[in-house]
């Protein structure tokens, strides 16, 4: 019994470091690029040769290569799943709207409601669209939980929808 326990603890904690491993990808190679750029200073500080600088250099812009593709596949993969939610909310709303014409009133007064629920949900998540457009490196995990935040919302009330 024992051995199954540590097993188990073992593999939470192998599952725990990998999950949280993936999350923060970009963060890790922006820390990377951080961590370039100090050692470029401190060779540079220390009177290293020209070589020993072009090395840490050549480092660095491996470094913000590494992160610009990390962090351009973040914000893609972002894009996509505001663009899959978009998808969603325009089925629903589709639904919805063929629902109504053949409702009585009493079920047209609550589809209504979702209807223009959902619109407010998708001009949001719209809006959010915009906002990914806009971020940059250097503010990208702060917008990206914000966004995560805003569009979790957006998808607990809109599956709150298909339960009325």
């Known amino acids: 019994m024992k051995k199954l326990t540590y097993l188990a603890a ?3 904690l192998a599952l725990g470091t990998t999950l949280s491993g993936c999350e923060s990808k970009t ?3 922006a820390d990377d690029v951080a961590e370039a750029k100090q050692e470029v200073t401190e060779t540079e500080q220390a009177g290293g040769t020209k070589q020993e600088v072009m090395d840490k250099q050549a480092d660095l812009d ?3 290569k590494d992160f610009k593709k990390a962090w351009d596949t973040d914000r893609d993969d972002m894009r996509k799943e505001i663009n899959r939610e978009l998808e969603d909310i325009d089925e629903k709303t589709a639904t919805f709207e063929r629902d109504l014409k053949t409702a009585t009133s009493s079920a047209k007064t609550t589809l209504t409601a979702n209807l223009t629920k959902l619109k407010q949900e998708r001009a949001t998540l719209t809006g959010l669209l ?8 250097a503010n990208w995990d702060k917008t990206k939980k914000a966004i995560e935040k805003v569009k979790d919302g957006v998808d607990d009330r809109v599956d709150d929808l298909k339960k009325k």
């Open 10 to 12: 073992i593999v939470a």
């Open 27 to 29: 963060k890790d190679k």
């Open 62 to 64: 491996s470094a913000r």
């Open 130 to 137: 915009k906002e990914l457009d806009q971020v940059t490196a």
